[in-house]
Structures are given as C-alpha cells and as structure tokens.
C-alpha cells in the first residue's frame, strides 16, 4: 500500500493555514460589531486543531519528500478536505447556509469558479464577503504554485512541457523551485495591492476594492454585489477590472522578470501572444455585433464586450451587463470561450491556451504531410520541437476533457434541470468559469434554486476541472494503489 503520511502531513499545514485565514474576517466582523465572528472562531479553533493534530501526527524527520503516487494522493486529499472545512464559516454564519450550499460556495471559491448560491450579498456581513474573496485569493496562490511546481513533475495533460529543474540554468526565470514559487507569490501580492489602490481611487470604498482585486487576480468571480460589477455603473472601475482579469489569465512566471526589461520572456512566449490574440478578436466581434446589432452606443459596446470576453475566456465570470439578453450569436461565443481558458501558470481554468496550440499545430502538420507524404513536419512550441509524449499527453487530457463534459451535462439532466442549464452548467463547472447560460444560472442569476443533487455534482466538476482531470481519474486505478 502506498505511504500516505506525507499527503496527510501536508494537507494538515494547509488546514492550519485556513485557519490562521479565518481570524482575518472574525476581525473584520468584531470591527463591524457583527456577531459572526463567532462562527469564525469556531471554525478557525476546529480547523486548527484537525490541521496541526494532522501534521503533527505524520511529521516527517527532515524535509517532505513525496513520490508522484503520494503526489496525486495529497493533491486530490488537499481539495476534497479543505473546502470541507472552508465551508464552516458559511454553516455557522447568520445567513444560514446549509452543508450543502456551504461547501458548493467554498469549492467554488477555492477552484476560483465563482458561481455563488449566496443572494443579498449587498446585505451580506463584511466577514463572510471577505471570507469569499480569502477563498479566491489562496485558491489561486494554490493553483499557480501546484501548476508550476507539481503538475510538470506528474506530467498531465502535457504539462511536463513547462517542467523546470533545477540544474538546468539556460533560459530559465529562476534556477530553483522555491524562487520561483517565492517569485509568483510577490508578483501575485503585488498585482493585488495595485488593483486594490486603482479600484479605491476610480470611486469604489477600500473594502470592495480589496474583495473585488482577490477576485480578479485569482480569475474567480465573486463579488460583493448580487449585480456584479453592473452595480456601479463605471467605465473605469470596469477597465481596470478588464485589465487586472487579463494579467490574472497570463502565466505569472513571467512576470517575474520585470516586463521592461529586454530579456523578459513576456516578448518571446507565444501562448502569450495567442491569448491576447483570442480576447483582442473575439472583443472586437461582440463589440461589433452589439453596435450593429443591438444599437448599443460604440463606446458602451466595445467596454462591455472587452469586459465579458475577457472575464469568461479568464474564467473569472464577473458581469457588467447581462450578456444572456445579447441574442443567440453571443451566447454560442461565449459558451465556446468557456472552453479556451487562461495560459499555464496562470489561475484560469479551461483547456488552456497551449494545449489549443498544439491542437492546431498537430492539425496543421497532419495536412502538410498528407499533401507532402515524404516531408518531415514537427509540432513545435515557443520554436522548440514538443516530443510525442507530450503531444499524446495533450490528445488524452482534451479528449478525457469533454467526455467528462458530457457525462456531467447527462447527469446534471437527471437532476430536473433543462438542457441549457445542465449543458451550461457543466461546462462553466468544468472550466471553472462561474455563470452559464439561460434564466436560471446566466450572469444575472446564480445556483441557489439548483437542486442539492446537481451541487454535488458539479462541486466534483469543478474539483476535477481544477486539478486537470487526471490527478483525481488516476487514483481509481487499482494500479495506483499497488506496491
């Protein structure tokens, strides 16, 4: 049987970090003289105690050290227990919330989906508001650092394209693990404290300035409005949040190599290029088809479009108009960028930006070679040549991709959901984008009326969306668990 006392030694630090999180809107809470507090009290003394009595019993002797089996174990034990216990505040809260609903909004909060069951959030206490954003924030700090450090090393999905190892020094940001993961965290907590001050001063106040940059950085979607961003009716405080979501869909690897300077590899790496090509497009699409279609003004029509391309392509799913009233154009585009997802090492979910090139290329070479049978093609990516092994990777992880899709939108059927909800539904649970379509889950609903069944279900979409599929599939192999 496989060693599981690294997993849990690990996932106790991460639960006694919730719990040191959860003092955060407690304060908050007494500051306001609101008496869920308590409910964070308990909740951060229960986490605490379960986390520290996990790491303590399991500490190892020196440093961690963990095979890829214990790996995938830790990864899938982290996610499934961790919003469990996130979820507390939420059940001792004055608002309510049952088991059920509390653990949806804290496994939609840590895989930054944003799809909320939580209505008058206008009139939601501060902690809870703040707790949500907290949710996004170390969800997305968590996603960063396990896309960069541990995914590579367990090759999924064709990550170990993006694998860096320590001795080799050539054309890498950094030459270790841990600066680099160092490195995402500044840049990460940098981006934040900027969206925070450019939010405070275009006229939002300092609390949702800071909630509303959680969220965008971490490409997760909840706000403090049941409105959205429509709720305050300002061009600026909507470009800015188009600007931040962008930077939050971009690998913050590479930023950490200041962008000005010349070597910065933001200038040479061509995910980048075809993300921004993806949002430039289709904005200018929308923004076109809502001035000649829908008589929107210019100006209104390209800032709206911007805003909503980029927050569904980020997966972020903030709304500053209802794009489900835009006609049936717009909602097949947006159902499909549902799909395209942020560049690796980013806090999108989706597909991903370089799995889509290689797709492309791959297609592109198949041609060449049936016009040219004895030409020699290759798949390449940022000019260097990718091996099968990666390629095959890639293949296996989009085709598990929409099987599963499909499979949750048949299942989410059988709950009493209509095909637009539960086709929607899944696909924004897989991709971790938020909304979906339709009256029910679209921008300007939420998932409160879903039934309890079709929470379940997509909370395990969501967990298997954020963890690529195969980190969670592997472990139901009897191999997996074979000496």
Known sequence: ????????????????????????????????????????????????????????????????????????????????????????????????????????????????????????????????????????????????????????????????????????KTDKIKPRISQVARGIILVYSGMTVLCTFMLWVAGMDFFD???????????????????????????????????????GGMSLVLFITPPWRRNSPVWRDTQLRWYVFFLVFFSILLAGWQWVINDETLNDSIRHASFSVVSVVTTTGFASDD????????????????????CTGSTTGGVKVFRWQVLFKMAGVHLKRLLHPHGIFMVDFNHQRISDAVVYSVLGFVAVYFLIFAVFSLLLSLTGLDFMTALTGSASALSNVGPGLGELIGPAGNFKTVPDAAKWLLSVEMMLGRLELFSVVVLFSRAFWRE
């Not at 064709?158 to 080799?168: A, I, N, P, V, Y």
């Not at 909840?222 to 188009?242: E, M, Q, R, V």
């Not at 835009?326 to 997802?341: C, N």
Request: aromatic residues 12%; charged residues 10%.
């Open 323 to 342: 794009y489900n009233q835009w006609g049936g154009f717009p909602q097949v585009i947006f159902f499909l960028l549902a799909f395209v997802g942020g």
């Open 1 to 168: 049987m496989i060693d599981v006392r690294p997993a849990v030694f690990l996932t106790g630090i991460l639960l006694a970090v919730l719990a040191a999180a959860m003092v955060v809107p407690a304060l908050v809470d007494v500051l306001w003289g609101d008496r869920d507090w308590r409910g964070f009290l308990v909740a951060a003394l229960i986490t605490g105690f379960v986390g520290l009595g996990m790491a303590l019993a399991t500490r190892p002797e020196g440093p961690p050290r963990m095979s890829n089996r214990q790996a995938f174990l830790m990864i899938t034990v982290a996610w499934l227990l961790v919003p469990l216990f996130g979820a507390f505040p939420f059940v001792l809260s004055d608002l309510q919330i049952s088991f059920t609903d509390s653990y949806y909004e804290a496994m939609s909060g840590l895989s930054t989906t944003g799809a909320t069951v939580i209505t008058g959030l206008d009139d939601a206490p501060r902690g809870i508001l703040l707790w949500r954003a907290i949710l996004h924030w170390l969800g997305g700090i968590g996603i960063v650092i396990m896309a960069v450090v541990i995914l590579p090393i367990l090759r999924i999905g064709g990550m170990q394209l993006f694998k860096m190892e320590s001795t080799d």
């Open 209 to 247: 300035s800071l909630c509303h940059a959680m969220s965008a950085l971490a490409t997760g979607g909840f706000s403090t409005s049941d409105a959205s961003i429509a709720h305050w009716k300002s061009p600026t405080i909507t470009w800015i949040l188009t600007f931040f979501m962008t930077i």
